[in-house]
C-alpha cells in the first residue's frame, strides 16, 4: 500500500455531514411507529374495502334479482296478453302501463320493425346500450329533471312481438346505480382517508419517537465520551420510553457514584505510594551527595534510586491502566494522523541506530476523540514492544488506515510474534511469555494499551504478521 | 532567587530545601496551604514550589487565590496523583511546570531553573534570533549557521534545537525535552531522546573543535559553551 493511495482514501472518505431535512424525513421512515401505523392503516384499508365491497355485492344480488324477477313477470304478463288482445288494445294497454304513476320506474316501449317507437315511454330503441348479454339489455335514457335532464340507467328485457314488432320491458335501476356509486365513492374515501391518518398518525409518532431517541442518543454519546454526569431527557409521561429513561437515568447515577468512588481510590492509592516513594528517592538523593561517588555506600544508594525508578514506571503504568478503565479520562478531538506521523518520527532514530527499518504509512485527516496522551502512550508502548523484540535487520510497519468504518492503526513487525493460542493472555496483566525474559520490561505495556483502546471504544486486534505480530487498533 | 515551598510531608520538603539551598537559592518553606498562602503574600519571593494535596487550603486552591491577586511569579505544582489530566487541571488552576512525584532532584533542579529564567529572559521567547557562540539560529528563515556555515536539519532538529537554544546555559532533561519539544508527558521504555540528541550533535558539533552540546550525567542535556 503506498502513502500517497492511503492519502486519497482519507481525502474520499464522506464525513459525517450535520443531518439535512431530507435525512430527517428518511429517518422517520425507518421508524417503528411509522413501519407499525403504516401496516395497520393497510390492513385496515384493505378490511374496508372488503367489507363495504362485501355489503355491495350482497345488496346488489338482492336488488338485481327482485328487479329481474319483476321483469320476468311483466313480460310473462304481456306475451299472454299479446295472444288474446289486438293490436290496437295491446297498444293502449302499454301506453295505459306506461303512464301508471303507481309502477314508479317501470318502462316500456313497443316499436315497429323499422324501430319507429309506437308506443311507450322510452323515447326510442336503445341502438348502442350500455351491455347485450342476448336476454337482458342495460341502457341509458334522458330523463327530464325540472329544467334539466339526466340520464338514468334502465334495465330491460326485449322480446318479439307478432307482425315484427318488438317489445321491450324493463325498469329504471339509476337509483340502485346511484346508492352503488355512492357506497363506491364512499368504500374509496374510507380507504383514503384510513390510509392517510395511518400515515399522518405514523408520521407524528415516528417524529416524536426520533426526537426522543436522538436526544437519548445525544446524551449517550457525551456519557460514552467520559462525561458522567449527563442524563436522559425525561419527559412528564408515564409512557415506556420515559419508564425506561428513568431507570437508565437511576442506572447511571449508580454508575457515577461508583466510578466516581473509583477515582477517589485511585487517587488516593496513587498519594499513598507515591509519597513514600518520593521520601525514599528524596531520601537516597539526599544521602548520595554525602558519599564519594565510587564508595560501596554510593553505589546501594543508586542502586535503591534505581530500584524507586522501576517502581514508579510500573506504578505510573498500572494507574494509567486503571484511570483508562475507569473511563473518567477528560477527552478532546485527537488528531490520529499527527499523532501516528509524530510518534513514528519519535521512533525512527532509535530504530535505525538498532538497524531496524520503521515503515510508515499515515493517511491524513483521521481524527478521534479521547486523550492523546493515553494514546500517545499506548503507541509508544507497541512501538517499544516492536523494537524490543524485533531482531537487528528487522522491519517495523506502521499504517493508518482510514476505511469508511473508523481509522485503524496497525504496528506490524517481523520479529518473532505471538503464537495464537497466547494472544488473549498477553492482554492481561503482568503477562511476559518466557521467550520475553530475557528483555526488561514491565509486562504491563499491552495492558496498557488494551485499557486505552477500550476507554476509546476501539477494538484490539492481535495478528499473526507471517512472521512476527500484527496489532491493530480500530476506531 | 527566594524561593517558597510549600509541603506537608516533611522528609521531602526538608531535603527539597536543602537541595536548593546547595546550589545557592535561599529557601522558605510552609507546610500548609493557609500558611504557604499567606508567605507567598507577605515576603518577595521569586518561585514558589506547591505540593498538590496540602491541608487546610488545597495546592490548586492556592495557586489559584495567588493568581486572584495578581501575583505572577511562576509556580512549579508536585503532585501525587495519578496524573494524565490532573496535569491539565493543575496547569489551568495557575501552574507554570507539573512534576508527579517520586521525581529526582535532578528533574527538579532543571525545571525550577527553568522556570527562573522564563521570567528573566522573556525577549528570548520572541527574538526571531536566537546566537550561542558561533551557532546561530533564526526562527523567520528556520536557518541555522555554525560559524557562519549553513547547517542542515530536519524540521525536529530545528525544533530540538530552538528548544536548546532558549535555555541555553540550563540543564534540560528528556522528559522536559519530550514536553517541550513533542508535547508527550510519558516515560519511553528506550532511550528515544537520547538518540535524537545525538544525531542533532552530530550535525551541530561534529565538525567543529568545541562542542556546546553536552551530556550532564544523571540529568539530562545542556546547551552552553565550554568555559
Redesign the interface.
Known sequence: VDAARLTDAARLRPRRAAVSPDQRFLGILDTSPFRIAIAYSIAFACGAALLIGGVDFAVSRVVDSSTDNLIDAEVQGLREQVLVLSRNDFIELIEQRSQDQDVRGAVYLMVDPQLRPVAGNVPAWPTKPDSDDGKWIQFKVAVPYGDETREHEMRARRFKLPGGYDMLVGHDVQERQDVKNLMMRGLIAAVVLTLLLGLGGGFWMGRRILAQAGAISAVATQIMRGDLSQRLPVRDADDEINTLAREINTMLDRIEQLTLGMRTV??SA??DL??P???????A??AM?QVTPGSPERRVLERV?VE?DHM??TL?AL??I??AETGT??REAVSLSELVA?MV???A??SE?RGITLESAVAEGAQVQG?R??L??AL??L??NA??FTPEGGRIRVSLLTPAAGPEVVVEDNGPGIPADKREIVLGRRVRLDQARKV??SGL?LSLVAAVTKLHGARLVLDDAAPGLRVSLKF | MHILIVEDDEVARDHLAKALREVGHTVDVAADGLAGLHMASSIAIDLAIVDRMLPKLDGLALVQSLRATGRKLPVLILSALGEVDDRITGLKAGGDDYLTKPYHVAELLARVDALARRGESGNAETSTKLKLADLELDRMTRRVTRDGKKIELTAREFQLLEFMMRHSGQVVTRTMLLEGVWDYHFDPQTNVIDVHISRLRQAIDKDFDKPLLHTVRGAGYSLREDE
Do not use: C, F, M, W
Not at chain 1, 277 to 283: D, F, G, I, P, Y
Open positions: 485511585l487517587d496513587a498519594h507515591r509519597t516513594l518520593n521520601r525514599l528517592q528524596s531520601t538523593e539526599g551527595s534510586s524507586v514508579r514506571s505510573d494507574l494509567r486503571a484511570l479520562v477528560a509524530s518520527e519519535l521512533y532514530p532509535v541506530e486523550s496522551q493515553l500517545a502512550q509508544a508502548n512501538l517499544d523494537i524490543k526488561p520490561g505495556g
